[in-house]
């Protein structure tokens, strides 16, 4: 073949297939199917096409609906922004054991790691501290927090399902389960990073101190810390703790008690909005002063409802899953739009200003946690950012009529319908 039928030959092929993609694609760069090349099953001609007979585990294909099946509405790829707990390997010591999904696991989430973590009646996390702050909720049964700050203040507390915890960064502390049933927790730190299964543990240091250093530190003769464990602890399992009030008596300090608590309770707090849809109770540095570098969301959304279109300007949004089923476009430029969904035990991450929105898609509430590496919770609301634009602007750029406009709501919705 010549060059030139060659490149006569590719400019007919190329023809033919543009013919081709513009053929299957009627419905394409129109409302709800807007790409350019077209994307999504609506574009498809031919059934068979969609077919997936290569290999595949149904049963975790069938947990992502939106992956198999994006609404004609994503578009391009998008870094991966789903991570779950329940594919993640546990660790397991007699009292407990922990799993987590580090940005190892989770390239995406830079900001922070989530650790899972369960205690049974008595089994103790080792004393320990890290360069990171630590940042907890609870989510079965009772734990017992022990833990000093700087200035030698020191605070032991019993805390129960939907109740927090922050350790700032270097402060030392252990964890507890309490009886009948232990305690089950997840815990954030403010680096992605950060691995539960590499922290400074009390037990590490002691065993790789010279003996002759230890007796001079503690006062003591060195046959004193003879028996002393050659390896770490971790998580190991113990008798139950003596009554709190006894605890805190013993461990009384010179210098008195922490400046600030270091557990809040979401039970106790009225929902900072709450709405038809669901509510949003925030909990940041304003209520729950200690936690300096994290600020929290409890969202509920009830069956039907919606978490509003909007975005987050001063930090990206780690999310954890608690109960029900839920849908999340996150949008970003190029335009690129993905949808993924999620179920209790699964982990969300969207970027510091990412255009999202999550959708309850079960029949039950949907109860997720979002979680920022930030002294103050902040959101732009999209709807109440467009009720609070000159109308006239916001009707150039949609095309819409501007008396439609005016009915945007100038309060954010948080969770709809209001
Ligand atoms: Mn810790
Ligand atoms: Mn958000």
């Known amino acids: ?62 947990e992502f609906p939106s992956f198999q099946n994006p609404p004609a509405t994503d578009v391009d790829g998008m870094d991966l922004f789903w991570a779950s707990f329940n594919n993640a390997h546990k660790r397991i010591q007699n009292g407990g054991w922990a799993r987590e999904v580090t940005q190892a696991d989770f390239a995406i989430s830079e900001a922070v790691s989530g650790v899972n973590m369960r205690l049974g009646p008595g089994g103790v996390r080792e004393l320990h501290w890290h360069q990171q702050a630590e940042w907890a909720v609870m989510t079965d049964g009772k734990c017992r927090i022990t833990v000093i700050d700087g200035d030698g203040r020191p605070a032991v507390r019993d805390v129960k399902e939907g109740e927090l915890w922050y350790f700032p960064p270097g402060l030392p502390h252990s964890l507890q ?48 810390f003879k028996n002393i464990p050659v390896d770490n602890l971790w998580i190991y399992q113990a008798p139950e703790p003596p009554p709190l009030a006894q605890v805190q008596r013993a461990i009384a300090s010179p210098y008195g008690e922490p400046e600030f608590e270091f557990t809040f309770s979401m039970n106790d707090m009225k929902p900072t909005r709450a709405t038809r849809g669901g509510e949003v109770k925030v909990i940041d540095s304003r209520n729950f002063p200690i936690s300096k570098t994290i600020a929290a969301a409890l969202v509920t959304i009830k069956p039907g409802g919606l978490r509003e279109l909007h975005w987050h300007p001063n930090a990206d949004e780690w999310q954890y899953y608690l109960k029900g089923r839920a849908r999340m476009t996150v949008f970003n430029t190029g335009p690129r739009a993905q949808t ?79």
């Open 1 to 62: 073949m010549t060059e030139m039928s060659r490149r006569n030959l590719l400019t007919a092929t190329a023809v033919g297939g543009a013919v081709a993609a513009v053929g299957t694609a009627a419905n394409a760069a129109v409302f709800g199917n807007p790409d350019r090349p077209p994307q999504g099953a609506i574009n498809v001609a031919n059934p068979v096409t969609l077919k997936n007979p290569g290999p595949q585990n149904a049963a975790l294909a069938d």
């Open 177 to 224: 389960g309490l009886g009948p049933s232990g305690a089950e927790f997840t815990l954030v730190f403010d680096n992605g990073h950060s691995s539960e299964f590499n922290t400074l543990l009390l037990t590490d240091w002691i065993a790789h101190t010279p003996p002759e250093i230890l007796a001079e530190n503690f006062n003591l003769p060195v046959s004193a």
């Open 340 to 418: 993924a969904d999620f179920r209790p035990g699964d982990l969300g991450y969207v970027k510091k200003s990412f255009g999202h929105y999550v959708q309850n898609v079960g029949n039950t509430d949907l109860v997720f946690l979002e979680i920022f590496k930030a002294e103050r919770f902040a959101e732009v609301s999209l709807i109440q950012w467009l009720a609070c634009t000159p109308p006239e602007l916001v009707s150039q750029h949609l095309n819409m009529d501007p008396a439609l406009i005016a009915q945007f709501s100038k309060a954010r919705p948080d969770v709809l319908p209001v």
